[in-house]
């Protein structure tokens, strides 16, 4: 059992790794045969994304770069140099918009080859897909699920399109354009473009209408080469089968964004019509509309709107500011559509998620070292066999480098990010509770990791070796088991801590502070009663709620009553606490006035068992409100509040946590008292990075003070105004507890998400008083840790209060080398008070493997990890560091890391081209969310508090928050049927339809979108009413109609609700709505106001980057 | 003229004053040649049921130095509507209103009867009576429980518009918001740090929006009638027994070996600041109620571990109680600042142990506060005292008054001399101490008489200010020459409780030995001075009647609890000395030399010699020390009760005879304030050691058989016998070498 697992593994994990991708590389063309041919071997695991090729990228290379693509591209090239220009405005950068170029380039050849088979227009994004011409075939079939609407769109819309537009054709540029066809797309960009197509496009400035010629011609055969790349990258992706559907999306949103609809007419065109080219952009350009409305079965409807739509169309970059934006980029593109890189050619975060969704329908065993578990977006269901499941533990890399200078070299971080308590699927089992008697848990005698599958049995089962240490320890006698010819212990799988990655032990007396059995923990609820807390009604909800609340204290025996005790406070100037004894007739209020030095009043009857004082309670709950609903007074204090809870969780010599409802900045004279900082003049300078440093030391040491106690305080703060949340979270970022914010607060509209909040918070399952510690194996070491916790040493990590949601990420660094054969071992231990007062230890073990090849490692990363560490990373440095030199770093590490695997891993080829590992394609679109957050780059509008809650707020996120908050999940919902999710789609602009509406869900928000055209069905299943006018853009919940899209509509808005640790609250945005200009911002791929590059350019940036570090 | 004593009776009616002499010596020098100086015995508010208030205000002396009252020994001119001051002989108007004045038609302070006059002061705003009462929570639940219900019964004797209020303390304290709805409403302070009233101020939140024009505002005739901690019983009554039922033991764990923390000190100095930011120079009662010694915080008297004990005389000896001086330090400020505001401060202990009454006596004696001490609030001691601290006189009004300040015009001093009690009742007696200013070659003309005029101005129970003015008038004469007369003028009780209180004034600051010495060394002189012998011959010695009872007076005071700190704690010797000195003559002298009263088949009950030959088997004795009434049983009488006789029909009479003390104790129990305890013992009980503690050792264990077997009971003590002091007395007195 011991080693052997882990040797066992090995082996099996790596044919087990491949073969998933080995099938995807089947379905993508062939058998794996493509690979190794574009990668030589490593090809399965990376998939080389070449968007474009460097020639596009440097204008001038291009040429020489095209040689090698040439022929395909040259008509390209002076596309993407068309483009370069274009995009300069945004970027400043010719190459990368260059870059963006070669992208379309490419989608448009693949169309080709695959139109013949369908129709043409789903082909233009399998582009990638296109080189597997042979397994495309098989996508059709899903395309036609799918897409069905596309196709038939395309389909029958051609000969429409065509007829419609065949007028148009010829104009169809035109529409865009306005005006003047290519030209008129250039008015918007101004000079630039013209120029640009001066120069380039020149040439094609009059093919503009010739455009769809160019491609197809050029398109399809080159393309067969660059898709080879793609293919490369791409074939996961195809594999999925899905990519049709992903692609359908894809047409959809084209239909909407002028420019990507370009794109694709173009390819359509140039497959499905060579001759009707000319034609088929038009089409196209008509027809994507209709196809996302079409998808819905509402072609006529949609075709009315489209008739419509094109009327705004033209008015497009009027109505919409922010279009104009895109507008212009989308014109740009229409008008050398060829020419920009085409966003549907690079890496699509939506094409990966689905791919991995798709693949992922067997089990995740855990007992194969080295495996890399499905991405966080992925159902799976986890059997753990020896390692930590991934609900618990994720790694950056499961193939750690041997050395080193290699981790160096690579510059890909090594981390985990750990969830200890995390909650796991009901199919699950949560984790054994195991107990050693009364000698405590069995440990290494040296290094004291505890029992696990690593430990080896020796000497007939007397001994065993450390995996850890390779210290060897007596098994004491009541543990002995005799060992069975391999050497595993004959009871090995009846030991849980013999045979799981996770499991718990009942801690002894020694493992607990004063060497005393911890008391049971209690909650204080501090409630902030000054005029505006009141006057906004949080005063009078939270009393309201937690009348209910407090029935659905944390148990662990969900038919027994929680023993968690609780008490009340409320405060402004001064604190008030209560006497809720259940002897008592009615409650008894304490004032405390003197803040300056504070205690707590009472003792007996402040915390009560809510069973026996619920009289009482309820009595006090009705009352608070109305004792203060006439208060005059507006300062508050904060310092003493969490002093107050402290103490009286000292008095009562237990765990807690402390619920405090906060409203403003503690100005009252006390000691904490805070004045008002935020100053906007600052950001962006050298000392921005004081306004995320605490104003002043005391917070840090009260926060000392409460983990020490084991006092976890939770903040829900409902600001009017600047509160300093850099300086109020100190508290719960260092204890264990989490912040939450609902800026001006109102009763009415933020009710729900304050209480699912609060509710969820309450009820959630939580340890108090831990301490987490990180042991490994000779070699690593656990060097860093991001979360919210307190280190008073290097090793422990303390957490006060340690909840379902939070994780603790730990970076890894060698001290010595590491073993391929043994791989590399860690082992978390969490100690912890659970809710019901037990003393427990959580034991995670996981173990990787170790390479002494760079593409090993490559081939094992977890890019949503990767970035979950960077994020943390980059938000903590911002402490220390100008924001500036944040974002810089990020980058170098990303180009680092893809320069590495390029001059390492990747099969020469021309420098031009940007190669990416196929586990990291997503790197730099994640990464240029992350550079975009508003905490690394913020918008004008985005006040220092939020910044700072943002920024603690990630320090606890696992992976799938994360990922989610960076990249948004943005799903259309055109069509909602069976029970699977609409495919999303990815989060730009351009791919939503002006007649659709979306939904979309960071974690935090959830947005519903609303094209001003949505079609009247639409509007009535979701709203009620046939008009858009009508809708209110105040609605807070989805109204509940009676009809099956409604219904599923609001279950799957409940189903996100319920993912997520933090409600959201459901906000409605119309188009051409003021408050569509925040749900932009949540569109990552786009361009933002802050500054903020689009995915395309960013992409063609980070190229440089590598290319600079290559050269 | 009477005889001088009916003459001082007559006074001590009449006016609540008694000198120790009653001829005054006419110079300084001679004053202090009297040894026993010339003082006055003063009971501002004797009960004068006879005497009706009078609906106006006095009438000053226009000179500003002087001020005094309009007198009957004033010299009045009716004709010109002028009259004389005898003080500072400055001639004044009458004013207006008196203009019908005449000889047939005089108004009443003119009339001698009313040398004691009271005035109603008309002006002002009639302030409330305010009842603070700070009550300690830490403190067995039987304990409590009877003290909630003793509080509780208070409220409702209380007039209805008295304000009350209330903090609570034991680790903490707690000052309840009284009147609110629903949620009971208090604030809590540490009770360990101090607060200034100002800080007080603002946490109570009692800041008005208008302090401001406050300042202004001083004058405004209306200052706040009530606040959120002080309200009309009337309006808060139910609210307030249901808080004080509510009331709960401190609820901080008391590890073993610990004592509660208990923050007296703070709570008194929170009640203290609640008056003064709230109430200044309004009659106020702060009644503390403690369970036990001040354990933290300032004005701790002991710490927090039982293995260390409150500190004895013999620890103060040594210089080894480390919290006393800091304690007493913190209780006298606050004393000061409570009388400054014209506030009072009780205190109740009731505990087996010490309380701390040593540090704290200053804040009822500065204050004219009561001090009480018991062993538990569950004592009919208490329960009674409490009760009586409410009693009423026939109008219904308290026998209390708040906020009184006592002035003294003197001839020959001219001076104003003013002293604050704060709190008096009827039997509260002050010891003045005059001193003859006249110069020895300034005779003052035969015939002379000396005048003094006390101003008592209070706040009566009924919320009037009063003022009474007593006004009297001695003979001077010249001490060498008419040293007779002086001599016979001499009042040996007054005489004896002034020269005790005095000595209890040194005991304070002095060790006990010294106390003696000088209480004997002013014994000898007076006998010196005033005795008849000759010298060195103490068989001669012969003392006139007017100082015979002195010298036994001096023997049982050097024996009492005031000067005798053996067998005492600090705590009892405070308490001892604090009602001492605040009680009249007759019960002082009662303090000094207990009474005894023998019940007998021989006879009706006679009183009997304070002496151990007293102590007889077939006697019933009853001793009142005023702070006990013990019932004693004579070894046969014990025997009898013991077999059960008084149960026999036809024993009846022996009932009658064990009934007959029982019902005299009973009496005097109800009329005592405090409440004395009360034992009943018999021959060989272990509390007959209080009587045998009291008794004169005539028969001790060295020298009983001496006398007769049944003569009495020998008491096993070294001490001296009367008979042997006033050997010595006699011997020193005629020494020549003294």
Known sequence: MQNGPPPGSQAPPRPAVSQPYNQGAVNLSGPPQPYPQQYGAPPPMQQVTNQMTGMQISTGPPTAAGPGYAPPHSSQPPTSAAYSIAPHPAYTQGPPPASMAPSQPPPPRDPAPPQPYYGGPPPPQHPASSASAAPLPPPPSSHQSFPPTSYPGPQAPLPAGPQAPLPPGPQAQPPYAQGPPPPGSQPHYAPAPPHAHGSYPAARGPPPPSQPGPYPPAGPPPTSAPPGHYQGTMPPQPPAGQPATYHSGPPPPRAQMPPSSMAQTNHLPPGPQGPPGPLGPPGPLQQPPPQPGMQGGYPPQQNGAFGQVRGPQPGYPGPYPGQQNYGPQAPAPAAQAQKRLDPDAIPSPIQVIEDDRVKTTEPFTTGVRGQAPPLVTSNFHVKDQGNASPRFVRCTAYNMPCTADMAKQSQVPLAAVIKPLATLPPDETPPYLVDHGEAGPIRCNRCKAYMCPYMQFIEGGRRFQCGFCSCVSDVPPHYFQHLDHTGKRVDCYDRPELSLGSYEFLATVDYCKNNKLPQPPAFIFLIDVSYNAVKSGMVNIVCQELKTLLDHLPRENPEMDSVVRVGFVTYNKVLHFYNVKASLAQPQMLVVSDVADMFVPLLDGFLVNV??????????????????????????????????????????????????????????????????????????????????????????????????????????????????????????????????????????????????????????????????????????????????????????????????????????????????????????????????????????????????????????????????????????????????????????????????????????????????????????????????????????????????????????????????????????????????????????????????????????????????????????????????????????????????????????VDAFRAQRSRYMKLIVVKQEDKAELIFRHFLVEDKNASGGASYVDFLCHMHKEIRQLLS | MATFPEFISQNEERDGVRFSWNVWPSSRLEATRMVVPLAALLTPLRERPDLPPIQYEPVLCSRATCRAVLNPLCQVDYRAKLWACNFC??????????????????????????????????????????????????????????????????????????????????????????????????????????????????????????????????????????????????????????????????????????????????????????????????????????????????????????????????????????????????????????????????????????????????????????????????????????????????????????????????????????????????????????????????????????????????????????????????????????????????????????????????????????????????????????????????????????????????????????????????????????????????????????????????????????????????????????????????????????????????????????????????????????????????????????????????????????????????????????????????????????
Not at chain 2, 148 to 171: D, H, N, Y
Not at chain 2, 232 to 244: A, F, G, H
Request: aromatic share 10%.
């Open chain 1, 611 to 1052: 069973k026996e004082s619920r009289m009482v309670i309820d009595s006090l709950l009705d009352q608070i409100p109305e004792m203060f609903a006439d208060t005059r007074e507006t300062e508050t204090v904060f310092g003493p509040v969490i002093q107050a809870g402290l103490e009286a969780l000292k008095a009562a010599d237990c765990a807690g946590k402390l619920f405090v409802f906060h409203t403003s900045l503690p100005i009252a004279e006390a000691p904490g008292k805070l004045k008002n900082r935020e100053d906007k003049k600052l950001i962006g300078t050298d000392k921005e990075k004081s306004l995320f440093q605490p104003q002043v030391g005391f917070y840090s040491t009260l926060a000392k003070d409460c983990v020490a106690q084991g006092c976890c305080v939770d903040l829900f703060l409902f600001p009017n105004q600047y509160v300093d949340v850099a300086t109020l979270g100190v508290v719960p970022v260092s204890t264990g507890g989490s912040v939450y914010k609902y800026t001006y607060f109102q009763a009415q509209s933020d009710r729900e998400r304050f209480l699912n909040d609060l509710r969820r918070n309450v009820e959630k399952p939580m340890g108090f008083d831990a301490v987490l510690r990180v042991r490994t194996s000779t070699g690593i070491r656990a060097t860093d840790f991001f979360g919210s916790f307190f280190m008073s040493n290097t090793t422990d990590v303390e957490l006060a209060g340690l909840d379902c949601d939070k994780t603790v990420t730990v970076e890894f660094r060698h001290d010595d080398k590491l073993s391929e054969e043994t791989g590399a071992l860690m082992q978390c231990a969490v100690l912890y008070t659970s809710c019901s007062g037990q003393r427990r230890l959580r034991v995670h073990n996981m173990a990787v493997n170790c390479c002494s090849q760079l593409a090993d490692l490559y081939r094992n990363c977890e890019t949503d990890t990767i970035i979950n560490f960077f994020s943390k990373y980059a938000f903590r440095s911002v402490l220390t560091s100008p924001t500036k030199t944040v974002r810089e770093g990020l980058v170098n590490q990303c180009a680092a890391i893809l320069a590495c695997y390029r001059k390492n891993c990747a099969s020469p080829s021309s420098a031009g081209q940007l190669i990416l590992p196929e586990c990291m394609k997503l790197l730099p679109v994640y990464l240029n969310c992350v550079l975009k957050s508003d905490v690394l780059l913020p918008a004008a509008d985005v006040s220092l508090d939020d910044r700072a809650y943002l920024r603690q707020l990630l320090s606890g996120m696992d992976v799938s928050e994360s990922h989610v908050f960076f990249y948004p999940r943005l799903l259309p919902l055109m069509k909602l049927e069976g029970d699977s999710l609409p495919l999303a789609v990815r989060d730009s602009e351009e791919r939503l339809s002006k007649g659709g509406a979306y939904l979309l869900e960071t974690g935090l928000h959830l947005f519903l979108w609303v094209g001003a055209n949505a079609q009247q069905e639409l509007l009535l299943n979701i709203f009620g009413t046939p008009s858009f006018g009508q809708i209110d853009p105040n609605l807070t919940s989805l109204p509940v109609l009676d009809n099956p899209f409604s219904k599923r509509l609001r279950e799957i």
């Open chain 2, 89 to 738: 002989y400055q001639r004044n108007q009458f004013p207006p209103t008196y203009t019908g004045i005449s000889e047939v038609n005089q108004p009443a302070e003119l009339l001698p009867q009313f040398s004691t006059i009271e005035y109603v002061v008309q002006r002002g705003p009639q302030m409330p009576l305010i009842f603070l009462y700070v009550v300690d929570t830490c403190m067995e639940d039987e304990d409590l429980q009877a003290l909630k219900e003793s509080l509780q019964m208070s409220l409702s004797l209380l007039p209805p518009t008295a304000l009350v209020g209330l903090i609570t303390f034991g680790r903490m304290v707690q000052v309840h918001e009284l009147g609110c709805e629903g949620i009971s409403k208090s604030y809590v302070f540490r009770g360990t740090k101090d607060l200034s009233a100002k800080q007080l101020q603002e946490m109570l939140g009692l800041t008005k929006p208008s302090a401001a024009q406050g300042a202004r505002g001083q004058q405004a005739p209306q200052p706040p009638l009530s606040n959120r901690f002080l309200q009309p019983v009337q309006k808060i009554d139910m609210n307030l027994t249901d808080l004080l039922g509510e009331l709960q033991r401190d609820p901080w764990p008391v590890t073993q070996g610990k004592r509660p923390l208990r923050s007296l000190g703070v709570a008194m100095s929170i009640a203290v600041g609640l008056l003064e930011c709230t109430f200044p120079n309004t009659g106020a009662r702060i009644m503390t109620f403690i369970g036990g010694p001040a354990t933290q915080g300032p004005g701790m008297v002991v710490g927090d571990e039982l293995k260390t004990p409150i500190r004895s005389w013999h620890d103060i000896e040594k210089d080894n109680a480390k919290y006393m001086k800091k304690s007493t330090k913190h209780y006298e400020a606050l004393a000061s600042r409570a009388s400054a505001n014209g506030h009072i401060m009780d205190i109740y202990a009731c505990a087996l142990d010490q309380t701390g009454l040593l540090e704290m006596k200053c804040c009822p004696n500065h204050t004219g506060g009561y001090m009480v001490m018991a062993d538990s609030f569950n004592t009919s001691l208490f329960k009674q005292t409490f009760q009586r601290v409410f009693a009423k006189d026939e109008q219904g009004t308290f026998k209390m008054a708040f906020a009184a300040t006592l002035e003294i015009k003197e001839i020959g001093t001219g001076g104003t001399c003013q002293w604050k009690m704060c709190g008096l009742d009827p039997s509260t007696t002050l010891a003045l101490y005059l001193e003859v200013v006249n110069q020895h070659n300034a005779p003052i003309p035969q015939g002379g008489r000396g005048a003094l005029q006390f101003v008592t101005q209070y706040q009566h129970s009924s919320g009037q200010r009063r003022i009474r003015v007593t006004t009297t008038a001695r003979n001077w004469a010249d001490a060498q020459t008419q040293i007779q007369s002086i001599a016979a003028s001499f009042d040996q009780e007054a005489a004896a409780i002034l020269m005790a209180r005095l000595a209890v004034q040194r005991a304070e600051s002095e060790e006990g030995p010294d106390v003696l010495r000088w209480l004997d060394r002013q014994l000898i002189r007076l006998c010196q001075k005033f005795g008849d012998y000759h010298k060195d011959d103490p068989n001669s010695f012969r003392f006139s009647e007017t100082f015979s009872l002195y010298p036994q007076f001096m023997f049982h005071l050097r024996r009492s609890p005031f000067l005798q700190v053996f067998n005492n704690s600090p705590d009892e010797s405070s308490y001892y000395r604090h009602q001492f000195v605040r009680h009249d003559l007759t019960q002082a002298l009662i303090m000094v030399q207990p009474v005894l009263y023998a019940y007998s088949f021989n006879g009706p009950p006679e009183p009997v010699l304070l002496d151990s030959s007293s102590i007889l088997p077939d006697r019933i004795l009853l001793m009142d020390t005023f702070f006990q009434i013990l019932i004693y049983h004579g070894e046969m009488v014990a025997q009898w009760r013991k077999a059960g006789y008084q149960e026999m029909t036809e024993y009846e009479n022996f009932r009658h005879l064990l009934q007959a003390p029982v019902d005299d104790a009973q009496e005097l129990l109800h009329t005592r304030f405090p409440m004395p305890r009360y034992i009943d013992t018999e021959h060989g009980g272990s509390q007959a050691r209080f009587l045998l503690s009291k008794v004169n050792p005539s028969q001790t264990h060295n020298n009983m058989y001496n006398w007769g077997q049944e003569s009495g009971a020998p008491i096993l003590t070294d001490d001296v016998s009367l008979q042997v002091f006033m050997d010595h007395l006699k011997k020193l007195a005629v020494s020549s070498a003294a």
